[in-house]
């Protein structure tokens, strides 16, 4: 039976953002963090996934686990932390430490509105040296930011959504130098609003299934 190790479940929810901040930049209440590591067995040649990501890849976890049940063992480690924040890179790197993973899958950009394009930039070749560090031969897969609607309009997006499009031209350009593929998750909800829920950033279940499907895909 797979030994569990469930690093962090909600770390710091219910603790106000600003107390962890070193920068005024992040509007949001709480911080929250849920991990959930599964250590390799020794008498299995599965391949070892990794997702990280927000509240989308929170949802999508258990569906893509579902979908690879008999052909990989699946991770998580998500968080409403946002590259540009400071604790961002302190806390990826204290879980990555110890393992060793075949495919990650890395997926960051709805949170931290106040931080600038530029500043959020800045961390992605960090990222990606921290991801490969400990996973030097590990496939890294870039999944970029999904589109933000306007709460009970959908039809209309929000006044964040054209920070949303230049993060992902960011991502698009490291990705290209470096020759890392993009889950284009931008694309498959720009256009398909009927895959929203009312509050206009988070998908439904449909949106989930579709999002679970192209990851689960990647994995050979």
């Given at each position: 039976?797979?030994?569990?190790?469930?690093?962090?479940?909600?770390?710091?929810?219910?603790?106000?953002?600003?107390?962890?901040?070193?920068?005024?930049?992040?509007?949001e209440?709480?911080?929250?963090?849920?991990?959930?590591?599964?250590?390799?067995?020794?008498?299995?040649?599965?391949?070892?996934?990794?997702?990280?990501?927000?509240?989308?890849?929170?949802?999508?976890?258990?569906?893509?686990n579902?979908?690879?049940?008999?052909?990989?063992?699946?991770?998580?480690?998500?968080?409403?932390?946002?590259?540009?924040?400071?604790?961002?890179?302190?806390?990826?790197?204290?879980?990555?430490?110890?393992?060793?993973?075949?495919?990650?899958?890395?997926?960051?950009?709805?949170?931290?509105?106040?931080?600038s394009?530029?500043?959020?930039?800045?961390?992605?070749?960090?990222?990606?040296?921290?991801?490969?560090?400990?996973?030097?031969l590990?496939?890294?897969?870039?999944?970029?930011?999904t589109?933000r609607?306007?709460?009970?309009?959908?039809?209309?997006?929000?006044?964040?959504?054209?920070?949303?499009?230049?993060?992902?031209?960011?991502?698009?350009?490291?990705?290209?130098?470096?020759?890392?593929?993009?889950?284009?998750?931008?694309?498959?909800?720009?256009?398909?609003?009927?895959?929203?829920?009312?509050?206009?950033?988070?998908?439904?279940?449909?949106?989930?299934?579709?999002?679970a499907?192209?990851?689960?895909?990647?994995?050979?």
């Amino acid at each position: 039976m797979l030994q569990r190790i469930f690093f962090s479940c909600l770390l710091i929810i219910g603790f106000k953002v600003a107390g962890a901040q070193t920068k005024p930049y992040n509007n949001e209440m709480y911080v929250w963090n849920h991990s959930w590591i599964v250590a390799k067995p020794s008498n299995t040649s599965l391949p070892q996934v990794l997702v990280i990501g927000d509240s989308h890849a929170e949802r999508y976890y258990p569906v893509v686990n579902n979908l690879l049940k008999d052909k990989a063992t699946v991770s998580k480690i998500t968080t409403s932390l946002s590259m540009g924040d400071p604790t961002f890179m302190p806390h990826l790197s204290g879980l990555l430490g110890n393992f060793t993973f075949d495919y990650i899958f890395f997926n960051n950009g709805l949170h931290g509105v106040l931080y600038s394009p530029a500043e959020y930039a800045s961390y992605i070749s960090k990222v990606y040296k921290l991801l490969k560090k400990n996973n030097p031969l590990a496939t890294i897969i870039w999944v970029n930011t999904t589109a933000r609607r306007v709460p009970n309009n959908l039809d209309s997006f929000d006044a964040y959504h054209q920070d949303v499009i230049e993060r992902n031209k960011y991502v698009a350009a490291f990705c290209a130098k470096k020759n890392v593929k993009v889950l284009d998750f931008f694309s498959l909800t720009v256009n398909d609003k009927s895959l929203f829920t009312q509050d206009g950033i988070h998908v439904n279940e449909a949106g989930v299934a579709a999002q679970a499907k192209l990851i689960a895909a990647e994995v050979k």
